[in-house]
Every structure is written in structure tokens, then in C-alpha cells.
């Protein structure tokens, strides 16, 4: 990105700028003109990752945001939403929800993004979702019963809702607590993103405190 090329030839880190100064609004985050309602206790603060299995920066955010997750204290509460724009998109997400619900996802989940981006498949065909979900102790009849679920579908339309309630035009996204939108373009690169989400994770439990 050229904005993240600017950035790097001013010497301007935004992980030093999140944890230095005050972040701004408009400039490193958005905020909603309506706030999504949170799916987490009211004593915990929920970061949301919207991300298509298809997205090569979304693969690529992995690693820097997997680590960062697991350095937070037990009151932030992470989760994953599939985006939902038609399409692969959402056949992608009938494959995470189907996962999901037949207790595979942490174990598909990483695998899932490295046979798309690394071996090539598209994995967007219903039987061959199936046939590499039956890898991971379930049939395929089991997987193609889940993926075709009435349950999975209303996952999938519900997610599609969100996402529209977030205003969400493109991933990968990071949502803190139901109000504030992190971009890959506003942070200045991918592996800022957890950064700036981290300082308003911390902006959201100062104001909680006071």
C-alpha cells in the first residue's frame, strides 16, 4: 500500500505512535455513528476480526494478530467473523460456522487458510469442503449435513448483519467493543493493527473505570 510506504520511508511507526500518543480519531480509527451491540459479559471488552478465508492480507494478519491475542488479559474477549459478501465470501463463511459447530474450527482454522494461499484450493464447493473437513475426525456426510444446516445459514445471515451494522467495506477489520473500526489503511500496515486496537482496548477500559 502507498500509504504504508509513506509511512515507513518518515521512519513513522504507529505501533511506537499507539503506545506514545494519544490515537485520533478519523486518522488511526473509526468510530460508529451507531455502536454494534457487544456478545461478551459486560465486564469484558470484545475485539472483533472481520476476515474472508480468500484475502490474502486477511492470511497474512495471522501471525501478528494471533501473538498479540494471546498477550490479553482475561478481560478482553477476541472472536473471529467471517465476512459476508456474496459469493466465495460466503461459502467461506458456511464453512466456518459449519466448522464451528461440529467442534473442528481451531483445528481447520489455520489449515483452512493455508490450503487456499499456499496449495491453491478454493475450497468453495460444498463436497470439497467436506472432503477436507474429513481430515479432521468427521465424515463427510457429517460435513455436508453441517455445512447445508438450517443453523449454519442463519449464522451466515447474521454475520451478513453485523457486518452492515459495522459498516464494514472491505477486510481485513479489527472492531473493538461494538464501536470502534481498525483498517489495515488507517494503522499503516497489518501488523499495526493489533496495536492500535490494543491502545483502544485500553481507552475503553480506562473510560469503563472512571
Known sequence: MLKSLLVAIAG???STLASAAPLV???HYTV???PVETQVADDRIEVTEAFWYGCPHCYNL?????????EQPEDVAFQRMPATMGGDWNQHAMA?????????????HDDFFHAIHEDGQSLTDVDDIAAFFSDYGVSEDEARQAL???GVKSQVNQAHARMRAMQLRGVPALIVDGRYVVTPGQAGSLENMPQIAG????????????
Open 12 to 14: 513513522l511507526g504507529l
Open 96 to 108: 466456518f460456522y459449519a466448522a464451528q459447530e461440529l467442534d473442528i474450527l481451531d483445528a481447520i
Open 62 to 70: 495471522e501471525d501478528p494478530l494471533n501473538a498479540w491475542v494471546d
Open 148 to 150: 447445508t444446516s438450517f
Open 199 to 210: 491502545a483502544l482496548v485500553e481507552q475503553v477500559r480506562e473510560a469503563r473505570a472512571d
Open 32 to 34: 460508529l455513528d451507531e
Open 25 to 27: 480519531e478519523g486518522e
